[in-house]
């Protein structure tokens, strides 16, 4: 019998409520903040996620991604800290993500 290999069902979401709406809290609920430096410098790449698993079962992420010049480095640091302050810790989450989707998502950064 032949079963595909399907990656794991995640969705990714842009709005907090819905996250937090749809994310079941009885489970563990991980973010995640870091910055890629383009190879010349130029730009500067932010991203913060949350991921946690949804009542359904799959796994949610809630994404914000942002970017800026080379100047930009403490204001997107700054600018990442309010949002785990805004958005992580209300939630009760910690630092971490998903171990089962790292390859997965990583594949997009």
Avoid: C
Wanted: hydrophobic residues 35%.
């Amino acid at each position: 019998m032949y079963k595909p290999n399907l990656p794991r069902f995640y969705e990714v979401l842009g709005d907090i409520e819905e996250f937090d709406f749809k994310v079941d809290k009885s489970k563990p609920i991980h973010y995640r903040d870091w910055y890629n430096v383009e190879p010349h410098g130029r730009r500067i790449y932010f991203k913060f996620r949350i991921y946690g698993i949804a009542k359904q079962g799959h796994v949610l992420v809630f994404e914000i991604r942002f970017d800026g010049g080379p100047f930009y480095l403490q204001e997107g640091q700054r600018r990442l800290a309010g949002l785990v302050q805004d958005y992580a810790i209300p939630l009760g989450a910690t630092p971490g993500r998903i171990a089962t989707l790292s390859k997965e998502l990583d594949k997009e950064d």
